[in-house]
């Protein structure tokens, strides 16, 4: 008979690794993409030999999410050239920016679940085809209906980045998953911010075409990159049907637990951060400040370099269980938004204190909860992903009405002091359920309030001897393993 300490060693050593999700069938080696296109030998599926996700593919994986994400924000800086250019008001150009969302949202809910029932290197290759030759389209159109047409199927296809996200958590070691999702999730916010100033320094200085120019080029080069660099991964969902797809998401929802909190904390955390950013520009713009649109875009800058930062604490999240690491980046947002609401109209260090903080500790929850919910089906993380947007599309609106409301009506402290209680409704919805709740329960804390993630010791051990960067810290890691196993034990005593 096999103590509690030996069973839960045994479970988590017998866990699938992303190379053992599908039967190791000779149909599912591919040599070709499309059928007509070589597959490099080296990113050919082979279940003998699972592919090594290295720094490199890991960067890739970023810098590609940063060039693709951008499509979505270009023509924000340039919507008074395009109203010249088109012979328009401001209103009809406005209509832009929605319509690029707009798609954006429909590829979120309709595209990206497809990464869970069809190879996603063909489906990158095809999406990133599709977004560089409709970007042609609008830098050569005179006609403001087929611009604004063709915006909203870039939005529609320019979702790539959500598709990279599962694959980077599937070719990563469970180990190393956290610092993987950070430097993907790094290059997707960086794309929204580096976007707005390229389009504007390039539009400032030529025609608002080249920007669009720009744009081909570069989607160019993620579309080499990927097809030299991105593996071949087989279909892990062979027999689900496109709309088994969405019934599973629905089930996913009402019946796991930690899908409803995951959504319910991103939702609101999304929503603080979107309104953040939205009234920054009328709390800048108005006395005491009353700085130049210039000024205020260098605000993006601070936000950019807490962005920046938070990939280089990529191991620690990786140790630390994702329950904690999301509710500690809360509270420290909380205290930033603190800072806001104190001083952040009446002294400008207050403000950029709070750039810093918010957007970096904004980062850190965001990539805990993509592990987090990365963590329930190792055969649904392109669906769980699509969630996980999905929630945050949702924020994104409630942060952007309702913030611009209040702010309107009664002011910046009154706003940053509502979204104050954002946060602690987030903590309210964390502590429901602790660190190692299991997957069943809706509430409680069994399995203790342990910091770490409960890896087997053999297993640590295997992941420092193979990793020589890692080699540091492994004996670190092995024990705090190892003390939860421990603990765990002890539990189900």
Not at 233 to 241: E, F
Not at 351 to 366: E, K, N, T
Not at 372 to 392: D, G, W
Request: hydrophobic letters at 50%; proline letters at 5%.
């Amino acid at each position: 008979m096999t103590s509690p300490a030996e069973t839960i060693v045994s479970s988590a050593e017998t866990q699938p690794t992303p190379s053992s999700l599908v039967p190791a069938q000779t149909d599912l080696t591919f040599s070709k993409d499309f059928g007509c296109l070589p597959i490099p030998r080296r990113l050919r599926y082979d279940p003998d030999e699972p592919f090594h996700f290295g720094m490199f593919l890991n960067v890739f994986f970023g810098i590609s999410s940063t060039l693709v994400i951008a499509n979505l924000y270009y023509c924000q800086p340039i919507l008074i050239q395009l109203s010249a250019s088109f012979h328009v008001t401001y209103d009809e150009v406005a209509r832009i920016p929605s319509l690029v969302q707009a798609g954006f949202g429909m590829g979120l809910l309709f595209i990206t679940p497809l990464g869970d029932i069809l190879r996603r290197r063909q489906l990158i290759l095809l999406l990133v085809v599709l977004s560089t030759t409709l970007t042609i389209g609008l830098a050569v159109t005179k006609n403001l209906v087929v611009f604004e047409i063709i915006s909203f199927l870039i939005g529609l296809t320019s979702v790539a980045p959500q598709i990279l996200m599962p694959l980077a958590a599937d070719l990563a070691p469970p180990a190393r998953r956290g610092s993987a999702i950070s430097i993907v999730q790094s290059g997707y916010l960086l794309g929204i911010l580096i976007a707005r100033v390229l389009s504007g320094i390039v539009a400032n200085f030529t025609s608002w075409r080249f920007v669009y120019c720009m744009s081909i080029g570069v989607q160019s080069i993620v579309l080499g990159g990927a097809y030299m660099l991105l593996p071949d991964y087989p279909v892990k969902n062979r027999d689900l049907s496109y709309l088994g797809i969405f019934r599973s998401m629905a089930k996913y929802v009402v019946t796991e637990p930690l899908v409803g909190q995951i959504m319910l904390t991103n939702w609101a955390g999304s929503a603080c951060y979107t309104n953040w950013w939205v009234t920054l520009t009328f709390l800048l713009g108005e006395p005491p400040y009353s700085y130049s649109t210039v000024i205020i875009g260098i605000f993006g800058l601070v936000g950019m370099l807490g962005v920046i930062i938070v990939p280089f604490f990529g191991r620690l999240l990786d140790r630390l269980a994702p329950w904690w690491s999301t509710v500690v980046s809360t509270m420290l947002s909380l205290v930033f938004q603190a800072v806001q609401t104190g001083a952040g109209g009446v002294n400008i260090a207050a403000v950029i204190i709070a750039c810093f903080g918010l957007d970096m500790f904004r980062q850190i929850q965001s990539i805990s909860l993509c592990a987090s919910i990365f963590s329930i089906s190792e055969t649904a993380r392109s669906r769980l992903n699509a969630l996980m947007i999905i929630s945050v599309f949702l924020g994104q609106i409630t942060g952007t009405s309702v913030g611009t409301d209040v702010f309107v009506g009664y002011g910046w402290r009154a706003n940053s002091a509502l979204f104050m209680v954002m946060f602690v409704f987030q903590l309210a919805v964390l502590s429901l359920r602790g660190p190692h709740c299991p997957g069943n329960r809706w509430f409680g804390y069994e399995g203790g309030l342990g910091f770490w993630k409960m890896l087997p010791f053999k297993q640590s051990q295997l992941i420092a001897s193979e990793d020589p960067g890692n080699a540091g810290c492994g004996h670190l890691v092995a024990v705090c393993d190892e003390k939860e196993v421990k603990r765990g034990a002890q539990g189900l005593r």
